[in-house]
């Protein structure tokens, strides 16, 4: 029985330094920030999905009016589609140059919806239709949401990417073989330069 005895206390001893080892090296925090960022992305692609399947209903409805200028449609629908060819997975929060891409066609296509909003201005009877002042709410309310879910994922990548960099848990990182991700920048283009309000 003695044996035995020695058997388990060794074995709980092992077991216990191997709990304190994977606590220590940050393990475990680093499988929290992980998630934290993958859930922080899905909402962030949900609204990006959600700002897609509206742009259809907003083009058909523009469309309508024969005089709305082509040239803007155009760029709408164009950018949509260029961002819908771009497969989006999990994957791609590890790969800074595919995410890059993404960031920019998203940014591309926020530019020609702005610009279609901004030239709707000068039709009073398409601003009047009901259709659009639905669709353009529902968009207003999309990129809103937008904001806030792209917030809460810079905010989770930075608390990983500390974890992934800080020492102990860069060990468990790289046991995992994680590496910091890349987040959303601010956009370079005309980002100093205030708009022009007209009247």
């Known amino acids: 029985m003695n044996k035995w005895l020695k058997i388990g206390v060794i074995t709980a001893a092992v077991l216990g330094v191997l709990a304190l080892s994977c606590r220590m090296i940050g393990f475990n925090t680093i499988v929290d920030h992980d998630e934290e960022v993958l859930a922080a992305w899905g909402e962030v692609e949900n609204q990006f999905q959600r700002r897609a399947d509206l742009i259809p209903n907003l083009v058909a409805t523009v469309k309508g009016h024969a005089d709305f200028e082509k040239k803007t449609l155009q760029a709408v629908v164009e950018a949509r589609s260029k961002v819908a060819g771009i497969t989006v997975d999990a994957s791609m929060l590890d790969d800074p140059e595919r995410f890059k891409q993404y960031e920019a066609a998203q940014n591309r296509l926020s530019g020609s919806l702005s610009r279609l909003l901004i030239v709707s201005e000068r039709y009073p009877e398409l601003r009047a ?7 353009r709410s529902q968009l207003e309310g999309t990129e809103n949401r937008l904001v ?5 994922y810079v905010e989770a990548v930075k608390e990983y990417n500390k974890a992934v960099r800080k020492f102990p848990s860069s060990v468990g990182a790289s046991l995992r073989g994680l590496s910091i991700r890349p987040s959303f920048q601010a956009t370079a283009e005309n980002a100093d330069v205030p708009p022009t309000v007209e009247f």
């Open 129 to 135: 239709h009901s259709g659009f002042a639905d669709l």
């Open 148 to 152: 806030v879910a792209r917030g809460r």
